[in-house]
């Protein structure tokens, strides 16, 4: 791992500004202040609020991967039980423009993992977005994001949620103008669109990102709802009587300055390498109980192990920000924290 920008970096390293500890303070900070402890009956997430389901899978790594590519998870041909996470950006409307989410959680991982309080956990998550890069490069630019951020979530219509609101409608900052493009997308089902991971990982020594991208071929067609809950209304329809499947590859970096670690608002342009299948069974995921199991789980990049471990300053400002507001999202809700078994 390197610090600062002594010498240029190879594949799969870091470097870690000097003052990044304290700007993400400052993130978890404003996370944590725009809580609404009053919003009932459940205190929601911090981040992609609104889920679509909470599904039950299977992640079957595949058996013919090249040694380099055998790490972790993907050590050995296996299947593990997984849920998975489809979810809204932030609006709460599906028919309106929005990014979405992917979030898988494996279950029956065995080794330690990186969290210091949940290393005897045997969970493994992969948190997806349908985007293929993020929108901030680096936590310096993250903090004045989430300052307008408070602004837009305080109440009234103060002087700073005005300018905050213009800032999201027309600034010409990449900032805003990446997260209008992430923002855009109005997909018909949770279940036939690609999601990407935009942040890179370890894999053993290299490094990589990841992509999940739906195997249509037997699929139902889509029966499109005018409803706020269409998304959730397709899944079900979906599930009803079909499985659905995803791809997921694995792409590995192989130039560490045209794909660099440390700016996740750059595409990767390597090829992506199929390591493994998921497949969704036919289920009724749509019930009280599975909502609020799915409500309850806690997904973060660092629940990992140390062959998956992220990279990248904006994944490792996720560890502290998604530690924070799960705790906070928990206790006010009452609920202990805690990750599933098999």
């Not at 998550?125 to 929108?135: G, K, M, Q, T, W």
């Not at 090829?271 to 749509?286: G, H, S």
Request: hydrophobic share 40%; aromatic share 10%; charged share 25%.
């Amino acid at each position: 791992m390197v610090s600062g920008n002594a010498k240029p970096l190879g594949l799969g390293q870091e470097s870690i500004p000097a003052s990044e500890a304290g700007e993400i303070d400052k993130i978890v900070a404003i996370h944590l202040s725009v809580t609404d402890p009053k919003e009932k009956p459940i205190v929601p997430r911090g981040q992609h609020m609104k889920g679509h389901g909470c599904v039950k899978a299977k992640f079957e790594v595949a058996a013919d991967l090249p040694a380099d590519l055998r790490r972790g998870v993907f050590a050995e041909p296996r299947s593990f039980d997984a849920y998975i996470r489809f979810s809204n950006g932030k609006g709460s409307d599906d028919r309106q423009a929005d990014a979405h989410g992917m979030a898988i959680k494996l279950v029956g991982v065995p080794g330690a993992k990186l969290l210091e309080d949940e290393k005897d956990a045997t969970t493994q998550d992969f948190i997806l977005f349908d985007n293929p890069v993020f929108f901030i490069k680096n936590v310096a630019d993250y903090v004045p994001f989430m300052e307008d951020f408070r602004n837009l979530k305080s109440p009234g219509f103060g002087l700073g949620k005005v300018a905050s609101g213009l800032k999201f409608l027309f600034s010409q900052n990449y900032i805003w103008k990446m997260l209008r493009e992430a923002g855009s997308k109005k997909p018909d089902s949770p279940l036939r669109i690609a999601y990407w991971s935009t942040t890179p990982y370890k894999l053993g020594d290299a490094a990589v990102k990841y992509r999940a991208t739906p195997d249509l071929a037997g699929a139902p067609p889509v029966r499109i709802v005018d409803s706020p809950d269409k998304l959730r209304l397709a899944a079900v329809d979906h599930l009803r009587d079909h499985e659905a499947r995803f791809d997921f590859f694995v792409q590995v970096q192989t130039d560490p300055v045209a794909m660099p670690v440390e700016d996740p608002t750059v595409a990767w342009t390597s090829p992506f390498q199929k390591v493994a299948t998921i497949r969704i069974p036919a289920q009724e995921f749509d019930t009280p109980e599975r909502r609020m199991f799915g409500e309850n789980l806690s997904y973060t990049p660092w629940h990992a192990l140390p062959d998956h471990r992220p990279l990248g300053g904006i994944n490792r400002s996720r560890k502290w920000i998604y530690q924070a507001i799960s705790k906070q999202r928990h206790e006010l809700n009452g609920v202990p924290r805690r990750e599933p078994t098999e």
